[in-house]
Structure formats: C-alpha cells, structure tokens
C-alpha cells in the first residue's frame, strides 16, 4: 500500500519538525496444489442495498499430522462496524461481513465471532491428510467512506469480502486485530472459484483473468495459487489495453476524467512488468489490472494479487503528475507479497521495503529520477527516530505511530537496498532477489530468509550489514558508506 501523502519527500519532511528451511524443504514444497485451500465462492451483488450475499464452500487439505480444534477465520470487514481508530478515518457509514449457517463436514458448528476473528469449533470430523469442507453463508454489507473495501459511485471495491481462513503456523493462529497502519492482513496461497451474479450493466475487474464486456447473467472466475481474491465491480470504467513482453495481459481502467493520465500510465504499467519480470523473474500469472482512483480514505494505491488500485496523479513540486511511483510500487508487490509472501503484520518492511527500492528502481533506470539524496536524508532521519523512539525496522505494525511508519519501513530498507549496491555492485544485488523470488515464490517468507539468501548469494557475511540496516546496530565502516556507485 502507498499512503494518501504520495511523496515520500514531503512525507520526510513532516517527519523532521524462523527456522530456516533446508534446501530439501524446498523442493519438496514446489508440488503445493494438493496443500492449498480452494475457496468456492458464490456471491451476489445488489447495487441498490450496497450488498454481497454470498456461499462459501471451503475446500481444505489437512495436513498429516495435524490437529485441530479450531478453524479461525478472519472478518476483516468487521473493523468498520464499530470504528475505533481515529475520526479522520472514520467511514461514513459502517459495514460489516456477517456469517451463519456454518457446517464442517456437513455437521452444523457453533461458531463464533468476535470483532474481525470467527472461530469455527471442529470436532474429531477433521481427519488429517483428508480434505475437510467447510461451509456457511455469508452476508457483506459495504461501508461507505471506508478504507479499500468501499463504493464510489457506479463502482464497488472488494478487498477482503469474505471470510478468510487465517494463517495457522508455529505461532499459531493468527488473530492479531486490524489496524489502520500498514496491511494489517496475512494469508496463504489458495485457489480460487468465484461466480459472480451483478446486476445488467456492471462488468468484473478481479484477480483473476477477466471476462470481456458488461456480464449478462453469472460469471465463473478460476484462479490459482493466490493469497487473496479482490474484485471491482462496476458500471463505470474504460480500458486500456496491451501485453508485457511476457504476453502478459495489462489492463489499465480510468474512469471519465482521466483521459488525460490513462496511455501514459498503461505505458509504464506494461514498462514496469516487464522491469520487475527481468530484473526479479516471471511473473507467474496471465493478467494483471491496474483499477485508477479513490479506494477509501488514507489509499493512494493499494495490491492485491493480479489487480493493483491507484490514484491517477500525484502532487509533487512540479504540480500534479501522473502517478506512474504509485502504478509502479503497486505492481512491485506482484513480486512482493503476492509470490513471495510474508506475515505483513509482523514484518511489515520485507514486502514494503523491498517494493519501495523495486519503485525507487524503476523510476531511477525509467523515468530518470535520482533519489541518492534523498535516501541520504532518509538513513539520517531514520537514525534519529530510532534514538529518540528505539523503533528499529523489523517490527510489528502496532510498534508504529502512522508519521513513522512510512520511513522506518518503506524508505529505510530501500535505502538500505541502494546501499548493498554500493557495497557488492548491481548486478549481484539483482542475483540476491531473483534467488530470493526463485527460492520463496508461493510461499511465506521472512527476514531470516531474506539475510540467508542474501549472505548465499554474495558469498560473505552480511549480518553487520543488516544489522545496521534494519536493526540500528552497530555502525559501518565509514568508507562503506561513503562509497559511491551510480548504477
Ligand atoms: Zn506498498
């Protein structure tokens, strides 16, 4: 996600007043389908009562040895129920994701909700290495004014719409509450079947390949191994269309207005897939959406897998301009967060960090741009807000206030980034994230992970290195950091 206060400059300036998995794992993880979990989904909406009632058939894989008392589902859309995180945020009016009728096996459950976690008891019917089937209805009602998940107009924007199966790891379930800082969101990789009923004169805009024109009766969308499923549903948007290098379809939708914005940021949308796809490696899907516009308070652009929102220009010095850094941080997380995935909540940097350098990147070798200055000023302020506030780069979104949010996790590491290319040179720092991409795609990674890949790949010891970066430990020599490379 990119706050609504685009530019990182003025946002700087406000700012100044596990156990790692063996190689064997590895592979044995490659052949996941039978793993996932595949959500069937049928979902009607009604325009008039800004409304999504749904069926949810949950289609999941137990693995051998385990044991469950408990299935817990999130509800995110609950947080805009009873509001309780700031005024400014506040929706306009509440929305809320309601769920009944909830069987495991064919047996009704007593379930549970609380706030944005629903708890599903199970009883012995969950055999393990078998597949158990969870159902229940499900009732959406959409906020207005609320963040991401909102309607504008002819247009309603699905981001976390129905009940999702939390993520259940060592730590156990994850239960951690919403928060309006960062992506307060963690999932696995799924599969998905979605029949969509809209009435006469909407079209889809989803995660997965997209059917032409407005939809007369119900519409089938199938896609695979993705974290979440996020849709548009409109009466309103044109397109732009083109293919990556790859052939990977581009869609880029505007609404009237932005006439003046929509072949230049399909430009760099097509630019940027096939920047990230060279540099990072393929991306694995046959479409990707960029939806422009307002998606709710705080939001200039936000990720899902295989569709990305963002606003269509951006303030700068010079005026408003096209917002090709927000197009393009967006389609970065295709990369980050959507293949390689991580606990958002907890480590919020590896995916925000690493999609702030790919942009940074970007616009660098594309646009032009030379943001070693700033970068500069960033490592400096970041310091002092370590010593003033001891807030490192690794935490947990709730370690964050929003003002620093957005440096210590989005600028810090990518100045960080910018900074092993001084050390080892680009094309090595290229190397540790096509092997980082490679070795994690489909997966959940996390920092360890990511220092393990990068000690690997350039053949030292970068724990100093890191250490200083993202914990504020020690300090570097200083010809190291001084350096200058210009790649
Ligand atoms: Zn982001």
Redesign the pocket.
């Known amino acids: 996600?990119?706050r609504r206060i685009v530019s990182l400059v003025i946002m700087i300036a406000l700012v100044i007043g596990m156990v790692p998995v063996s190689e064997r794992a590895i592979a044995a993880d490659q052949n996941v389908s039978k793993e996932r979990p595949k959500y069937i989904i049928d979902a009607k909406y009604d325009d008039q009562q800004q409304m999504i009632t749904g069926h949810l058939v949950l289609k999941l894989p137990v693995k051998p040895q385990e044991k469950l008392d408990k299935l817990v589902f999130r509800l995110y859309p609950n947080a805009f129920r009873d509001w309780k995180w700031g005024t400014k945020s506040r929706p306009s009016a509440p929305g809320w994701l309601t769920v009944n009728h909830v069987r495991v096996n064919g047996e009704k459950v007593a379930a549970e909700t609380k706030e944005t976690v629903l708890h599903v008891p199970v009883s012995k019917s969950l055999a393990a290495g078998k597949t158990a089937q969870i159902t229940m209805d499900y009732q959406l009602k959409m906020p207005k004014g609320g963040t991401r998940l909102n309607v504008y107009g002819n247009t309603a924007f699905l981001a976390q719409w129905y009940p999702m199966l939390a993520v259940k790891d060592a730590a156990g379930w994850h239960e951690e509450p919403y928060t309006t800082t960062g992506d307060p969101f963690y999932t696995q990789m799924s599969d998905f079947k979605v029949t969509f009923h809209v009435p006469q004169g909407y079209h889809l805009i989803t995660s997965g390949s997209d059917p032409d024109g407005d939809s007369k009766g119900p519409v089938t969308i199938e896609q695979s191994n993705i974290r979440d499923f996020a849709a548009v549903i409109s009466k309103d948007y044109e397109r732009v269309q083109g293919k990556s290098e790859k052939g990977v379809k581009v869609n880029l939708w505007y609404l009237k207005g932005m006439e003046d914005v929509s072949q230049e940021l399909h430009d760099a949308a097509v630019s940027a897939m096939d920047f990230f796809g060279k540099h990072f490696g393929q991306y694995p899907y046959k479409e990707v959406d960029v939806v422009l516009g307002e998606t709710g308070y705080g939001i200039a652009g936000m990720?899902y897998p295989g569709l990305v929102t963002s606003v269509a220009k951006v303030p700068t010095q010079k005026g408003d301009t096209p917002a090709i850094n927000v197009v393009a941080?967006?389609l970065a997380?295709q990369w980050w967060y959507g293949v390689v995935g991580n606990d958002q909540v907890k480590e919020p940097w590896l995916?925000?960090g690493l999609?702030?350098f790919s942009e940074f990147l970007f616009m660098h070798d594309q646009m032009g741009e030379n943001e070693r200055d700033f970068l500069t000023k960033v490592a400096e302020r970041s310091d002092e807000v370590y010593k003033t506030k001891g807030v490192t780069s690794v935490e947990s979104l709730d370690k964050y206030s929003d003002p620093i949010y957005a440096l210590m996790v989005?600028a810090r590491p990518a100045a960080m980034m910018w900074s092993l290319m001084d050390k080892l040179g680009r094309e090595k720092v290229m190397r540790i994230l096509s092997t980082y991409y490679q070795r994690y795609q489909f997966r959940t990674a996390t920092t360890h992970d990511f220092i393990q890949t990068a000690n690997q790949v350039a053949g030292e010891d970068l724990t100093d290195f890191f250490d200083h970066w993202l914990y504020f430990k020690g300090t570097l020599a200083k010809d190291e950091s001084k350096k200058h490379h210009h790649p």
């Open positions: 996600m990119l990720e941080h967006e997380h995916d925000e999609t702030t989005y």
